[in-house]
């Protein structure tokens, strides 16, 4: 998780209309309370009660501007780029979330390509030439977006439908979990995880969780591993 987000603010800040239309207006640029409650049609004190909120999140700051007509005036803006991906199915609860990097890293062709011919752009003469290439490179960038959501989706659907053949082929259990939901905790734990990072996805005792352990060891389903911090740890 990002360092300074705690998910249970992001998700109370965002779950606000109001909050998001806020951080809608601010993505087009710095503004100060006055201007926005006038475009919201609000009260500024609700404006600052709702600002105030989004900033214990992180996500928007304040800063103080001179103003050529009169006492400084404070403005807010976003502070960080981040990218909250929440998805929710029969077989899976996920929250991911991953802070947009402050220089983008070509290592993916299609970004690598795009930065080429966005440095090129210097070598335009005329700025309507520029602003068709621009509208050029942000439609191609939109609907690459949209393939990887859709693509996204798809791999998700396919991940519950895997899970679905696990429940199928394991052995079932009439009480706690069973093996299947075990495998697919430690999935989400990214592959691997201790004792406590187990607890901490089911409510049944330490005696019974290791008694699964066992279980999945004996299926191959999992195997241990040592670490420096002499932790057991589990791995798919």
């Known amino acids: 998780m990002p360092e300074g987000i705690d998910i249970d603010k992001l998700t109370y800040a965002l779950g606000s209309e109001t909050r998001r239309r806020i951080l809608f207006l601010l993505s087009q640029g710095e503004d100060y309370p006055f201007s926005l409650a006038t475009r919201l049609n609000l009260t500024p004190r609700a404006v600052i009660q709702n600002l105030n909120i989004l900033e214990e999140t992180g996500l928007v700051e304040k ?25 929710v199915s029969p077989r899976s609860f996920r929250v991911k979330i991953a802070e947009l990097p402050d220089k983008i890293k070509p290592k993916i062709e299609y970004i690598r390509e795009t930065l080429e011919e966005f440095d090129k752009l210097a070598f335009f003469k005329q700025d309507s030439e520029i602003i068709k290439k621009v509208l050029e490179l942000l439609n191609r960038t939109e609907n690459k977006l949209r393939e990887l959501e859709e693509f996204q989706c798809a791999l998700l659907k396919l991940r519950d439908k895997i899970f679905e053949e ?62 420096k911090e002499e932790k057991d740890y589990y791995t798919l």
Do not use: F
């Open 63 to 87: 800063i103080i501007k001179k103003s050529p007509y009169g006492p400084s005036r404070i403005y807010y803006k976003i502070k960080r780029g981040v990218n909250l991906n929440i998805s």
């Open 166 to 227: 696990i429940e199928k082929t394991l052995p079932t259990s009439s009480s706690d979990i069973s093996l299947a939901v075990l495998i697919r905790s430690l999935i989400e734990l990214g592959g691997e995880g201790d004792i406590l990072d187990l607890l901490g996805y089911h409510n049944i005792p330490r005696s019974r969780l290791e008694q699964l352990l066992e279980e999945a060891k004996k299926y191959n389903l999992i195997k241990e591993k040592k670490v």
